[in-house]
């Protein structure tokens, strides 16, 4: 970690904080957990903290019905009973005085009994100022190769729309996990005038080392932007999902900014805003695109 003096007071510089954090069965441990990070992050003079995927449950699609929560809209009262994550996350923001990006929950759709896997942010205020339903579910079936089969599509449903928002003078995309893969999504976002995009992600023993990395630095080259992705933490000796974990920043030349190895960790990376008008200056991609050629 770095030194904790605020990056507010620098121009153009936005510090970010990834929240690493062990993900237990305990929904409660979970919550006290992610609370505790987002002091530290505070401390650290982020204005930013970000929650990996599924941060209140364990990534284990057979459990998300009990662990879901209605997401209030529109965005008013949180019933703290009802909701007791968002209600976490919202005091968390005003406590702290920071934006607080909720990695994913599962979110329980009232009016259709639905479930979604759904990445809120707060801003300091405490208006939620962005609710984003994961677009891609994972559904892979490698039985075949002595593989997992996981079927997200069982348990979840998908969203449907990209998510950009403004905070902490940042334009700040929002997809989750799986839709890293897909570049057109990415893409869309930084149309959408996304100069960070962020990730909350959980990639496993095998696609992690493969992946994970390559895949953000990917994107930050593709989009000129910023790319933070968040994962859980590995816990040692735990049963079932093992996370690759490595939170990574990546800035948009492509380079590592800061990363974790796999145990619970705080990342605190600045972002600063002057590399992206470089980078895209230096190489115009941005405006030198042809969708006529190859849109399909
Ligand atoms: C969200 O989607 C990801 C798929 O990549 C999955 O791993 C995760 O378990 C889901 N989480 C929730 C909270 O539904
Ligand atoms: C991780 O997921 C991939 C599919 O995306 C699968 O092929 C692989 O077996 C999984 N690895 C582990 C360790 O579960």
């Not at 079936?141 to 449907?160: P, Q, R």
């Not at 930050?220 to 999902?241: H, L, M, T």
Request: glycine share 8%.
């Amino acid at each position: 970690m770095r030194a904790s003096a605020s990056a507010s007071t620098m121009p153009g510089v936005v510090r970010l904080a990834l929240c690493q954090i062990p993900v237990v069965p305990s929904k409660s441990e979970n919550l006290n957990t992610a609370r505790s990070y987002i002091s530290r992050a505070s401390a650290a003079g982020a204005t930013i903290a970000v929650l990996p995927e599924c941060f209140n449950c364990p990534y284990d699609t057979s459990v998300f019905a009990a662990y879901a929560e209605p997401i209030p809209e529109p965005l008013g009262e949180i019933e703290a009973k009802a909701s007791e994550s968002l209600a976490m996350l919202r005091s968390a923001a005003i406590e702290e005085g920071i934006v607080v990006i909720g990695g994913s929950i599962p979110e329980t759709d009232r009016a259709t009994g639905k479930i979604y896997n759904t990445s809120v942010t707060f801003a300091p205020s405490g208006a939620l100022v962005a609710k984003h339903r994961k677009v891609h579910l994972f559904d892979v079936d490698c039985s075949g190769t002595g593989g997992i089969v996981f079927k997200e599509s069982d348990s979840l449903s998908a969203g449907n729309q990209v998510t950009v928002f403004d905070a902490a003078d940042l334009k700040i995309g929002v997809a989750i996990c799986y839709d890293i893969r897909f570049p057109d999504m990415s893409a869309a976002m930084t149309r959408a005038g996304a100069d960070l995009l962020v990730f909350p992600g959980a990639f496993n023993m095998t696609t992690g080392p493969a992946h994970w990395e390559l895949l953000a630095r990917a994107r930050a080259v593709d989009s000129q932007s910023f790319v933070a992705v968040c994962s859980p933490a590995r816990v040692e000796g735990a049963k079932g999902y093992t996370p690759w974990g490595h939170s990574t920043v990546v800035n948009p030349w492509g380079e590592i900014v800061e990363t974790a190895d796999a145990g619970e960790a705080l990342v605190i990376a600045d972002v600063d805003t002057a590399r992206l008008a470089q980078v895209r200056a230096a190489i115009p991609t941005r405006v030198q695109r042809r969708p006529e050629v190859y849109a399909s």
